[in-house]
């Protein structure tokens, strides 16, 4: 289960610090949707909404479902979404356990997925895994903070072996997986991407 409830003496400035994607990498998501254009998104966690955001306006008309376990942070996100007058936002207050469980069956397939919750390689493979029956050939997949620590590096050098996986790149602050069979041969491009 990730993320505990967000408690009264945690500022919401510590909460941005430590949590939020950087600036280069929002601009990253927001040109990414903008190029590939993806009809369905899906994001586990939502945190304050900064990078749902971008991934909503540069995937626009396309929908982006969001889950938050935290209902605090996850009513302050739509806060910012009422405020940006953001129509193409579904965001849920759920972990991700319990939308996998009731609401991943009753979905369509995603064209982009962005894992940036829980920082352990046992469920981040396990939510991969859970997803999987929800990927095309055109899914795109993010994974957050690969080199959270060692156990998450551990968990995203498994994913870049899964048999479906056809490319992937790593770009230090995170990682993008495709499954595009098109792709000759399958490779793992290392990518150092400018921090600013």
């Given at each position: 289960?990730?993320?505990?409830?967000?408690?009264?003496?945690?500022?919401?400035?510590?909460?941005?610090?430590?949590?939020?994607?950087?600036?280069?990498?929002?601009?990253?998501?927001?040109?990414?949707?903008?190029?590939?254009?993806?009809?369905?998104?899906?994001?586990?966690?939502?945190?304050?909404?900064?990078?749902?955001?971008y991934?909503?306006?540069?995937?626009?008309?396309?929908?982006?479902?969001t889950?938050?376990?935290?209902?605090?942070?996850?009513?302050?996100?739509?806060?910012?979404?009422?405020?940006?007058n953001?129509?193409?936002?579904?965001?849920?207050?759920?972990?991700?356990?319990?939308?996998?469980?009731?609401?991943?069956?009753?979905?369509?397939?995603?064209?982009?997925?962005?894992?940036?919750?829980?920082?352990?390689?046992?469920?981040?493979?396990?939510?991969?895994?859970?997803?999987?029956?929800?990927?095309?050939?055109?899914?795109?997949?993010?994974?957050?903070?690969?080199?959270?620590?060692?156990?998450?590096?551990?968990?995203?050098?498994?994913?870049?072996?899964?048999?479906?996986v056809?490319?992937?790149?790593?770009?230090?602050?995170?990682?993008?997986?495709?499954?595009?069979?098109?792709?000759?041969?399958?490779?793992?491009?290392?990518?150092?991407?400018p921090?600013?």
């Open positions: 289960m990730q993320g505990s409830t967000l408690s009264a003496d945690i500022r919401i400035s510590r909460i941005a610090r430590q949590s939020l994607s950087l600036p280069f990498q929002c601009r990253f998501l927001y040109r990414l949707m903008n190029l590939t254009k993806p009809k369905t998104c899906l994001e586990f966690g939502t945190s304050l909404g900064i990078a749902s955001s991934i909503a306006l540069g995937a626009a008309p396309g929908k982006l479902t889950i938050e376990g935290d209902p605090v942070l996850a009513s302050l996100a739509c806060k910012l979404f009422a405020e940006q953001i129509k193409n936002i579904t965001a849920l207050d759920s972990t991700f356990e319990s939308f996998l469980k009731n609401d991943l069956p009753k979905t369509e397939n995603f064209d982009f997925i962005f894992l940036d919750g829980n920082h352990k390689s046992i469920p981040l493979i396990n939510y991969y895994q859970a997803l999987k029956s929800h990927f095309t050939r055109d899914t795109i997949m993010m994974v957050d903070d690969i080199y959270w620590s060692a156990d998450m590096q551990k968990g995203w050098k498994t994913l870049i072996t899964m048999p479906e056809t490319q992937s790149v790593d770009c230090f602050r995170f990682g993008l997986l495709f499954f595009n069979n098109d792709f000759i041969n399958k490779e793992h491009h290392p990518i150092r991407l921090l600013i």
